[in-house]
């Protein structure tokens, strides 16, 4: 079994910074790419920011410049830095992984349970 547990959402003043992070365990062969969504109430959830295997990275246009993801492949875990935070960045934050457990011929998607990111202005 495989399980994304996420950590480091808060509340924070507009202009703060935030590091979420989120880490993979248990029979895992290999992780693809990694990424954070976010979902605001009322509103689709939506791609913040992903990153490869190898290390490339995209991000949501709005997020460019202000958000950073990296990995660590050594202990399955992947980070979000999040600098000048703005109100419109509130959200229920998920980690997503694309994950190939161990006796499985293919690659699972799997989800964090979430995190709140609260931006007050």
């Known amino acids: 079994q495989v399980q994304l547990v996420e950590s480091g959402g808060g509340l924070v003043q507009a202009g703060g910074s935030l590091r979420l992070s989120c880490a993979a365990s248990?029979?895992?062969?290999?992780?693809?790419?990694m990424g954070w969504y976010r979902q605001a109430p009322g509103k689709q959830r939506e791609l913040v920011a992903a990153?490869?295997?190898?290390?490339?990275?995209d991000y949501l246009d709005s997020v460019k410049g202000r958000f950073t993801i990296s990995r660590d492949n050594a202990k399955n875990t992947v980070y979000l830095q999040m600098n000048s935070l703005k109100p419109e960045d509130t959200a229920v934050y998920y980690c997503n992984a694309d994950v190939l457990p161990l006796f499985s011929p293919r690659a699972h998607d799997y989800w964090g349970q979430g995190t709140q990111v609260t931006v007050s202005s």
């Open positions: 990153i490869t295997g190898g290390g490339s990275t």
């Open positions: 248990g029979s895992i062969v290999s992780i693809n790419t």
